[in-house]
Each structure stands twice: as structure tokens, then as C-alpha cells.
């Protein structure tokens, strides 16, 4: 059991240092060329994949567009 503790451990100090990480790309007053490198970035780190991260930042701008969205929050 010592090794699976230790594993959910250090998934459980990843999830949160993502969070604090995605709270403060999300922390912002308006979206710009910053924020979706940021996100990228924290994205990329974050082992989430390339493709999926592209998905990811093609689908908030998008959404950006459309729905007229300027603050991330």
C-alpha cells in the first residue's frame, strides 16, 4: 500500500500546483496573445499533448469569437 500512497501523494501535489498554475493564467483582465500562450504553455508542461492543447485553444477562441467573451474569468 506505501507505494500507491506515495503515488496518489504526488498526483495530489500535481493537481494542485496545476490548479494554482491555471488560476493565475485565469487571474487576468482581458484575453490576449499572453493569456493563450500562458495557456499553452501550462497546457504543454502539463503533459495534456499537443493535439489535445490545440483543441483546447481553438475552442476558447472560438468561443472568444462568437459568444464575445473579453475577460477570462
Do not use: C, W
Not at 20 to 44: G, H, K, M, S
Request: aromatic share 14%.
Amino acid at each position: 500500500m506505501a507505494f500507491f500512497d506515495k503515488l496518489f501523494s504526488g498526483l495530489s501535489k500535481t493537481r494542485k500546483q496545476f490548479d494554482d498554475n491555471l488560476a493565475e493564467v485565469f487571474d487576468r483582465d482581458v484575453i490576449d496573445d499572453d493569456f493563450y500562450d500562458d495557456l499553452e504553455e501550462l497546457f504543454i508542461l502539463s503533459d495534456i499533448g499537443v493535439v489535445a492543447t490545440k483543441n483546447i485553444i481553438d475552442g476558447l477562441k472560438r468561443d472568444e469569437y462568437y459568444e464575445h467573451i473579453r475577460k477570462p474569468k
